[in-house]
């Protein structure tokens, strides 16, 4: 009965924390992006969007501990889910490497870049974090059908 619970209450952290990572892109790529963009105009968001990002790596490293630890404590529990768990995986590394270099190569290249260069790196965030929400979402559909 106790390892029932255990398991259960793994799974329950995991998945909200999924769902919490999932969504928060999903408000940020979707809603806040776009409407900063025709708040200030498309040329202007950048310095906004610094504000807002600002103090938030860490948060997402803290979603990301969690659903490493819980992924393979279920991992360690199930070992019957091998498959689904080995894609889930693979999935979050994906992710966890592209936050990675988003967070300590990309920014700081796009926070001293030129005026002329942030166009270009505003797209290539932008397809990254598509990319991560993506990567992140087919994890989350791979955890409910299995």
Known sequence: MMRVMVTRALVL???GVAALWLGSMAYSLFT???KLAAMVGRDDTEDAQRILAHGNRWRVVALIT?????????????????GPTSVKAALL???TALFWWISWRAWPRRVFALPAEIPALQRQFRAVALAMFGLV?????I????
């Open 143 to 146: 955890s409910y059908l299995w």
């Open 93 to 95: 590394a994906a992710a």
């Open 137 to 141: 979402g087919a994890a989350f559909v």
């Open 13 to 15: 952290v995991h998945a």
């Open 32 to 34: 806040v992006q776009p």
């Open 66 to 82: 969690v659903l490493w630890v819980t992924g393979t404590a279920l991992a360690v529990r199930e070992p019957g889910h091998l």
